[in-house]
């Protein structure tokens, strides 16, 4: 998606540990026009999937999947992080490990809204190492659900997180993959 | 707003401790044609006060910024929940008592994301005891802009909130006020 290469080389910032910064219009500050046409665009993307619910993890997920909900019309249910230890019997969860934080954390979704006749397309900011995705993915698939695919906006081509989740069959489109970076603002698209 | 109180009633739940859940359409299962509604009348309320930014809190404010924001054609800055002492020096921050979980945490905004000419509006899902509100109004005078109002979806009205707010001067738009409520389902609107 050119305009998005645009953007990430026009406002994107890169630090040291391949961090790439967007938060002037993805993950602090929302373009919210912006989220309009990355959400237009994944809906010509899964046009014929019968998409009938999307699907991301708090926070920064949110504002993306709502802006894609709006164009194919639909709910957009977000998984909830948790750290307490008691997990309740009406929710579906799955364990992420967070190679940022060094941790492990909890993704959640109540029972009441995923049913094995959505067709879940599932909406994340970034692929990286894949953890969080493949969390999602556990969730759609232990409710019966079918997961039509994943929408992402930016994937780090250059970490293991693509390949992971392809291996696994789930229909990936990145609308930007990246193949390097570096800290005097080289970006390398595929 | 008549719709919103309908849909409250509808599929609302009342539980112990005065808790509303409304994570069917607003806080986990999100309804995006609801937030366009009320995206709607938040722009008609504050049409007039030139406001070119919409700040929240992470994660259930998000959703309602955004399609908010998209009635203004304004960009959406989300402050981040932290409970790491370290506090950066190019952020401004607020500290925030939470009653639900008995401790407190700090909100957090980039100093590039909030400038002495911004007109803000704040925007959250639920104004009750109002310290999330008031960290952010304390956060928005710290960087020298003008809090132009807070729009809230849903006010507790027997809660000290919205009393609390008002009386620093900032304008609050809620688009419903609780004044009781009961596990029976009843719900009354001011």
Request: proline fraction near 2%; glycine fraction near 10%.
């Amino acid at each position: 998606m050119q305009l998005l290469e645009d953007r990430i080389i026009r406002d994107g910032k890169v630090f040291p540990g391949n961090i790439l910064k967007v938060d002037s219009f993805l993950n602090h500050q929302i373009d919210v026009s912006l989220l309009e046409d990355i959400g237009k665009e994944f809906r010509r993307l899964f046009e014929n999937d019968g998409v009938n619910k999307i699907l991301t993890v708090e926070s920064s997920g949110i504002g993306i999947a709502c802006l894609t909900a709006q164009q194919f019309g639909v709910p957009v249910v977000f998984a909830k992080k948790s750290q307490t230890k008691n997990i309740a019997a009406d929710v579906f969860t799955a364990k992420v490990h967070s190679y940022t934080h060094g941790r492990y954390y909890d993704i959640i979704v109540s029972k009441e809204f995923l049913k094995p006749e959505d067709r879940v397309l599932i909406i994340d900011d970034f692929l990286a190492n894949g953890q969080a995705l493949l969390g999602l993915l556990k969730i759609v698939k232990t409710a019966g659900a079918v997961p039509v695919g994943a929408g992402i906006v930016i994937e780090k081509g250059f970490q293991e997180g693509g390949k992971l989740i392809r291996e696994t069959g789930l229909r990936v489109e990145s609308l930007v993959i990246i193949d390097s970076m570096d800290e005097k603002g080289n970006v390398v698209f595929r």
